[in-house]
């Protein structure tokens, strides 16, 4: 069996509800070539005293302002110095074995390692397991990408490029499309890799990510009639899921969002 060291970043601010739990399920990993980092942007709550308790076990801290998530990868990953890197948020999981299973597909022609993701939700304990975007027009075609479930090499990550700090919400769509169109080679790993709280950012309003889909649509040729007609679509779902979910309840976007992943 292959042992690339496999940088995990977790960035954090004011987490302490689920830090701890994102934390130990790192450590606990059965695999011996780990390192890992904790990026935080200033937390004023107990997210610090969490990290010490664990600290003899994390390669790097760094605790200071940042100018968004896409800052806050990109600093983690110019850490790193794992051939591999995944991004587990301190509110997601990475699942037992995850390490191991890359590790066994090892392969230094990959630079990108997709495996399942776990949507849950822990209010209601429901969840399914939802396989990866497996090709460039889907998942352009997405408005998130659960990735927790893509980890990275470091060299494509310096080839291609890191994550934009113009975009607050896709950047991670933004980035594996453009990993996708400059010929990155991307392998689908049959196992659940983590455990995606839903929620965060990703549950944030629609109407805050519209210059986000703007860029977004721009970076890849669209033009600003394009951009109208796939905001107008979004915003009429967006409104057409919340009024479902008022009238008949959270475990009705939870069903959508299970058949949404299960079938396009």
């Known amino acids: 069996m292959a042992n690339p060291k496999i940088s995990i970043i977790t960035i954090t601010y004011n987490s302490e509800k689920t830090l701890e739990q994102t934390i130990l399920s790192v450590l606990s990993q059965n695999y011996d070539n780990l390192e890992y980092l904790i990026i935080d942007g200033g937390s004023r709550d107990s997210t610090l005293e969490i990290v010490n308790k664990y600290r003899d076990n994390i390669a790097v801290v760094v605790s200071e302002p940042d100018h968004g998530i896409s800052d806050a990868f990109n600093k983690g990953i110019k850490y790193a110095t794992g051939e591999i890197i995944g991004i587990i948020n301190s509110d997601d999981l990475l699942m037992p074995g995850a390490l191991t299973a890359i590790a066994n597909h090892y392969d230094p022609s990959i630079d990108v390692y997709s495996g399942n993701v776990i949507f849950w939700n822990e209010d209601t304990g429901d969840e399914f397991s939802s396989k ?26 310096e080839k291609y490029g890191c994550y934009s700090v113009e975009l607050r919400y896709n950047m991670d769509i933004d980035l594996l499309c453009r990993f996708y169109k400059q010929g990155a080679h991307f392998i689908h790993i049959d196992e659940d ?26 970076n890849y040729g669209g033009s600003n009639w394009d951009f109208k007609k796939i905001w107008i679509k979004a915003v009429i779902k967006y409104n057409l899921i919340r009024l479902s979910t008022l009238l008949l309840g959270e475990s009705f976007r939870f069903r959508y969002y299970k058949f949404r992943r299960r079938f396009f």
């Open 132 to 157: 990866p975007e497996i090709s460039f027009d889907k998942l352009r075609l997405q408005y998130s990408v659960a990735h927790p479930g893509r980890f990275i090499t470091k060299t494509a990550y």
């Open 193 to 218: 890799f983590a455990k995606f709280r839903m929620g965060g950012t990703t549950a944030d309003s629609i109407y805050k990510k519209k210059e986000d889909y703007r860029l977004f649509i721009k």
